[in-house]
């Protein structure tokens, strides 16, 4: 294992001291369990823990022996990263942090699965892994315990405020503050040798006064990297009044001593800064998920792109940004607000700003972000496109130079954009742009990965809509969303969920008056049929789909009437009951001869000879086959024809005539063998409706032939 204590004790710009905490860790994975011991080895990952208060450095150091870890060699399938704790101190769900680690293994999870679901996932998924689990701010150990793998071969490094003791055979790494010598060493970052030199009984006082901390030398080093002229004395009287420029937190009469270091360096380095830079770094206690960029930035502060990239340059450079991961080429740097400041900078925005400003500050980030979206969008549309024009003209800073680009911009601000809608909906006072956020988001992820492919993402999206929806009274939003999450449903599995979202949209489209939503209705109705034939319940589904049929008979509406009679003569054909089953056929295929949608006509003559054929009615089965491929020959749909050739070949050998049977299969064989040549596409509603199962020939069970 790479031995990385000569690192931490240079100042080269890098992590810093701990020597000894290091080796305690490294100590810890290769010490045997108190399980292993006692001869009964746990079915569990190893968990080390690391615990401090915040501004310790705790984050720093299991990133550093993390990275150490995965690049021994020992774990193969790398590092993995998860933060459980929102910036405003919210936990963040099983679920979400699941499917983040399940991502970078590569593993698409399912769409809408909950904690116990997604942790099931991962801990079977890590089970044929080696990797080394980094988990941030753990906000309690029954968070924690969901995620640790059952497997040896896998580490946790768990980061949080004190011990977890639920958590069994872990001894925490307990962190304090520095050694004083690395102390003097980070206030040398920003003070540079000569004043350290000059007055070193002022820098060991400065950094007793720090706590030794690492966040508070930091941020005091920043102060003195922005004021060379200064000297360590006037650091140290500076230092002592930083607490009294910031407000107390909310419900406490002065702050924790053990806070004060942090928060006099803190109140030190915003008194210190000019007016615009200050406003800027307040207004970043708005920042979606802790992450910024130019764009989140000059949003923000209502500034150009330029002067905010220069401040968020500055704003690390002075300790109070950690520059994030840099993510693809051309996205452009991100910056993470460290998770110690967030509480201080959220209390300097909500004494220092006025409630109407902080709005308008969120207003213009969200609306920025809505025009990148639509920018993002745009690429995937052609060449002079009323959307393309438009990116055209939009500033040379939102615009994408083709859909790779904006694609990968869209992944890497991905966990920033999805923190965005979240907060932007449990606000609650922006909801119109709340909902233009949802919806551009929601249409660049379908434009640039596919509904599929989306499909997790998307399921949240909608949960967000549908919170928004009923918090105004948009009915019909209401259930939309609820029909889009009922269809996620079916599609991964969760059937009795499916008809509990359908229900509920069924209830909210019918609603009253101007509230009622016909179109909704009716697709509800068929939705909840279509869950019903899933579960193989046919006689419920095919009276949902009745009722279906009614709403679109009372609304003339002939294509959805043909698609859901087709449907009930499906799923009817499967219970047996051929004659209603035949019943539903003719009448689909009445719908579409009045349409004058040749091609479906054809079809729904095709089911309705099938259903005749496994009835024992081979003559007017015949009949009616004969009558479809007359049709399909207008169609001009080779396979269409050829199906119908192969269904009377078998009618006419159950009838006896083999010489026919042989000329309809000899046919069939010879427009199979050709090239199959392009014929109109059918109308979308002819296209749809031939049956419950998709346009085949062969929508019939298989088992309804005996």
Known sequence: ???????????????????????????????????????????????????????????????????????????????????????????????????????????????????????????????????????????????????????????????????????????????????????????????????????????????????????ALRLTAGWLALHPDHTLVDAVRGFAAGADRLPSPEGEAAPDPAELPLRRAFGLVHAALPAQAARLLRLL??????????????????????????LLDDFVAFGLLHAADPGPPGVGPAYRVPGCLAPLLSGLLEAEE?????????????????????????????????????????????????????????????????????????????????????????????????????????????????????????????????????DLDVRTGRLAGALTRYRAALEVARGEGDAADPLAVGRTLESIGGTYAELNDWQRAADWYGRAVALAQTRDDLGAEARLQGRIGAVLSYDGQLEEALRAWRAAASAHRRRGDAH???????????????????????????EALRLAAGTGDQRLQAALRMRLADTADRLGRTDTAAVHRAVAEQILAAPEEPRPAPGAEGDSSGSAEGNTCETQPKRRRD
């Not at 968070?143 to 977890?164: D, T």
């Not at 393309?388 to 939009?394: D, I, K, N, Y």
Request: glycine share 12%; with cysteine.
């Open 600 to 626: 479906a006509y054809a079809r729904s003559l095709t089911e309705a000879a099938r259903v005749m054929e496994y009835a024992g009615q081979y003559e007017e089965s015949e009949r009616t086959g004969r």
């Open 285 to 310: 206690a708005l920042a979606p998920g802790g992450l910024a960029d130019d764009h989140i930035a000059a949003a923000l502060a209502g500034a150009p792109i330029g002067v905010a990239r220069t």
């Open 1 to 215: 294992m790479t031995d990385v204590t000569e690192q931490t004790v240079t100042d080269g710009g890098g992590f810093l001291g701990r020597g000894r905490e290091l080796a305690g860790l490294r100590g810890e994975v290769e010490r045997a369990g108190l399980d292993t011991l006692a001869g009964r080895p746990a079915p569990r990952g190893r968990v080390l823990l690391v615990a401090g208060r915040p501004g310790t450095g705790r984050t720093a150091l299991a990133e550093a022996f993390a990275a150490e870890l995965a690049a021994s060699g020992d774990y193969p399938d790398g590092l993995l990263t998860a933060r459980l704790t929102e910036p405003g101190g919210t936990p963040v769900t099983v679920e979400r942090a699941a499917r983040e680690l399940l991502a970078q293994l590569g593993v698409a999870a399912p769409a809408g699965g909950g904690d116990e679901d997604l942790a099931d996932l991962l801990r079977e998924t890590l089970d044929t892994r080696s990797a080394v689990l980094l988990l941030d701010d753990v906000a309690g150990a029954e968070q924690l315990a969901e995620l640790v793998p059952e497997h040896r071969a896998c580490v946790v490094v768990a980061v949080a405020g004190g011990p977890l003791t639920k958590i069994p055979d872990v001894r925490p790494c307990v962190l304090g503050g520095l050694d004083r010598p690395n102390a003097i060493r980070l206030l040398e970052r920003g003070a540079g040798p000569v004043r350290i030199t000059v007055d070193p009984g002022a820098a060991d006082h400065l950094a007793e006064i720090c706590g030794d901390l690492p966040a």
């Open 354 to 486: 006025r409630p109407g400003e902080v709005l308008l500050a969120r207003a213009r980030m969200l609306e920025r972000t809505v025009r990148q979206l639509r920018a993002c969008l745009a690429t995937t549309e052609p060449a002079g496109s009323p959307a393309a024009r438009w990116l055209g003209e939009l500033p040379r800073a939102l615009r994408f130079d083709g859909p790779k680009p904006a694609a990968r911009w869209l992944d890497a601000r991905l966990p920033a954009l999805l923190a965005a809608a979240r907060s932007a909906v449990d606000d609650g006072e922006l909801d119109t742009l709340a909902r233009r956020l949802v919806a551009a988001l929601t249409r660049a992820l379908i434009a640039h990965r596919g509904p599929d492919e989306a499909a997790p993402e998307l399921y949240r999206l909608h949960e967000l809509v549908l919170g928004v929806a009923e918090r105004q009274g948009l009915t019909r939003e209401q259930a939309a969303a609820l029909l889009n999450l009922g």
